[in-house]
């Protein structure tokens, strides 16, 4: 049976997203990348020999930023210390891997593979957003401690409850992430079905959240998510609801910040982790990069060069191996890594994908906008996974491409809608 090229891109992205997922914690997956580039790379040239001009600039408008990225790769052994460069080499290889194959499935795209290549990238997603929560009633039972406790403790011990992506803030954020997705998949169902599957997730989810322990996601990131998804976009609207807004965000300040306060004392002592992330992660390692190397930063682990070169490590004196503290900030680790060049591609990347996605929100036929509201929403959870997290887990860059391919089969499908309007107007004048 001859497989079709494009199914070849979009299976390997699948299988680098669901063996990168820390819970499986399987250690075979960067030699796998490496070993997907040479396909990827024949792949690349067949389909930039078969596709015309217009579906070039198409996936170029899509990628730029990630072409650029790469450049800078090369940039970057140069331009960085060479202590730094072989850690570089060794961590760029995946950052090749998913832009040539982010590259390739846009390529792909047209009026057969679009819908084909939604529906599996989705359900994919879907998949992983069903797994991670359906763990959790497991996980509570297993975590030794009661109901009570977990409730009385909120707030005054840090929790270790977490799924499929092996960390508490992982789990909340990919899950914010993933959400719209799953009110799309219940908002395509009718009637009572629809209801009770909506019930049962806005139900379900905050609860999730609180035991998860993750604020920002519970207070912040899930409102707002529930807000913009059911919000219709347009100015008029917008002035209808600023007054809410208003008033949420001055209730928001009124309340949930007394309750942070009052609650996660440790946090609002100075000792918790918001102030030690500042003042000792992102402060001196950003300060590290602008004396020297600001512009091309570290190379694409010099996150883990940084920290080891500036101590910003845990286990100091122990016997255990000294390890990295994470980032928690993607923006942060970017400017680290690949300097004020990088920082501002990455920007550039998640501003193409939220501005494209809005465009598709507002499009005239139901269809395309429902689906493009529900991606500028997942984009927008993405950002703030980004702010607060480590989003730049391999699972979470595997969604974001994801995400960004499943905006560019839907504007292939807004635009062929257009196309097809233009062509039934023609014949009508004729």
């Not at 359906?134 to 005054?156: C, K, N």
């Not at 909340?172 to 997705?181: E, I, R, S, V, Y």
Request: glycine letters at 6%; charged letters at 15%.
């Amino acid at each position: 049976m001859k497989i079709k090229i494009f199914y070849i891109p979009v299976f390997l992205l699948v299988a680098d997203l669901l063996l990168s997922l820390p819970q499986f914690n399987l250690n075979v997956i960067g030699a796998l990348r490496l070993a997907f580039i040479p396909p990827l790379l024949l792949v690349l040239m067949e389909l930039l020999r078969k596709v015309d001009e217009k579906r070039i600039r198409f996936a170029m408008s899509m990628s730029w930023p990630l072409l650029l990225l790469m450049i800078l790769f090369l940039f970057q052994i140069v331009a960085i210390p060479p202590a730094a460069v072989p850690i570089h080499l060794s961590g760029c290889t995946k950052y090749i891997s998913w832009s040539l194959l982010y590259l390739c499935v846009l390529l792909s795209l047209n009026s057969q593979t679009t819908q084909k290549v939604r529906n599996i990238l989705l359900f994919t997603l879907l998949f992983v957003f069903l797994a991670t929560i359906v763990q959790y009633p497991i996980l509570i039972q297993r975590s030794s401690e009661s109901l009570s406790t977990i409730i009385a403790s909120y707030g005054h011990q840090e929790k270790d409850i977490h799924g499929l992506f092996a960390a508490a803030n992982e789990d909340a954020n990919g899950l914010m992430t993933l959400f719209p997705l799953a009110l799309f998949y219940i908002r395509q169902k009718s009637g009572l079905k629809r209801l009770i599957l909506k019930a049962i997730i806005l139900l379900y989810i905050p609860i999730v959240l609180f035991f998860n322990g993750t604020r920002t996601a519970l207070f912040i990131t899930f409102p707002i998510v529930i807000f913009l998804f059911h919000f219709s976009f347009s100015l008029k609207n917008l002035i209808r609801v600023a007054p809410f807004i208003m008033a949420f965000i001055l209730i928001y300040n009124l309340y949930v910040v007394n309750f942070a306060e009052s609650s996660f004392s440790k946090e609002s002592a100075g000792e918790g982790t918001w102030g030690f992330r500042v003042d000792r992660v992102w402060i001196p390692a950003s300060h590290y990069t602008s004396e020297n190397s600001p512009i091309f930063g570290f190379g694409s682990r010099g996150w883990e060069y940084v920290c080891l070169v500036n101590g910003i490590v845990r286990g100091a004196g122990e016997i255990n191996a000294l390890e990295v503290i994470p980032s928690h900030n993607i923006y942060v680790w970017t400017y680290v890594s690949w300097g004020i060049i990088g920082f501002f591609l990455y920007l550039a990347f998640l501003l193409t994908l939220l501005k494209e996605s809005f465009q598709l929100s507002i499009f005239p036929k139901q269809e395309v906008s429902v689906f493009g509201k529900t991606l500028f929403c997942s984009v927008v959870a993405y950002c703030f996974w980004a702010l607060i997290s480590n989003a730049n887990i391999e699972a979470g860059w595997d969604i974001l491409f994801a995400l960004g391919i499943l905006i560019g089969s839907l504007k292939i499908t807004a635009l062929l809608t257009i196309d097809r309007l233009y062509l039934l107007k023609s014949k009508r004048s004729a």
